[in-house]
């Protein structure tokens, strides 16, 4: 069974420019995250889809961030301008339906992005 | 507040030495409880998800244990390998409501396996 994807693995931009992640996730899984992931914690949740709709957007900074999961499948995150506090791993994952449902939740292996 | 602490935040053992890792949560009301591997520059591995019904789960020579009423969790590693070196993280999610399956994710503990 494949694994969640993503790209690119590494980015490195300036401050104020912007950045596009892309993911996909596991065939049939509706639940789609993004996480942020800062060296020394744990991750943050940025948004979460359920099939192509936002179910918690609740800590993305939608002045900068922004996601979508159009026809519910792949998903961009897109951070434009960047901040230097931006820099972090961004974390695409799946599930086949909500975590209450005791789901397992699949990672990918992330998209490091360094500002300058 | 949801919270999810663990302890401690890094620990260092002998290669075939056994450890115990702590997480300790608030999350209310709660759903279950996962713990994740997460190897340096990958993405975190699930190891373990159990619900409030459950005690302990084992996978190979990792296992969990809840104790629902004081809200703690304990990840238990026998017989430690270099391979186990690696981040452990306790996440705990909340049921039903509005913010149905949210996950709140500790901080982690930092395991290094020295041979």
């Known amino acids: 069974e494949a694994g969640v994807a993503q790209s690119p693995r590494y980015k490195i931009i300036e401050k104020r420019q912007s950045v596009a992640f892309w993911c996909n996730p596991i065939s049939g899984h509706a639940t789609l995250y993004w996480y942020q992931q800062i060296l020394g914690q744990g991750p943050k949740l940025l948004i979460q889809f359920q099939n192509n709709g936002v179910v918690d957007d609740s800590q993305l900074p939608k002045d900068r961030f922004s996601a979508e999961r159009l026809k519910g499948v792949d998903s961009t995150l897109k951070i434009q301008p960047a901040k230097l506090e931006d820099s972090a791993v961004y974390l695409c994952a799946s599930s086949l339906g909500p975590p209450g449902s005791g789901n397992t939740i699949y990672f990918g292996e992330g998209s490091w992005l360094t500002v300058v | 507040k949801n919270q999810v602490e663990q302890s401690p935040q890094s620990l260092i053992i002998l290669e075939g030495k056994n450890c115990t890792l702590q997480c300790n949560y608030t999350v209310s009301p709660f759903s279950n409880l996962r713990w994740y591997k997460q190897d340096t520059g990958r993405g975190p591995v699930s190891l373990t998800i159990?619900?409030?019904?459950?005690n302990t789960k084992s996978n190979g020579r990792y296992t969990a244990t809840l104790d629902a009423d004081t809200k703690q969790s304990s990840l238990h590693i026998t017989a430690s390998q270099l391979s186990d070196s690696a981040s452990y993280i306790c996440v705990v999610s909340v049921a039903g409501g509005t913010s149905y399956g949210k996950l709140t994710f500790g901080q982690g503990t930092i395991l290094t396996v020295h041979p």
């Open positions: 159990m619900t409030f019904s459950e």
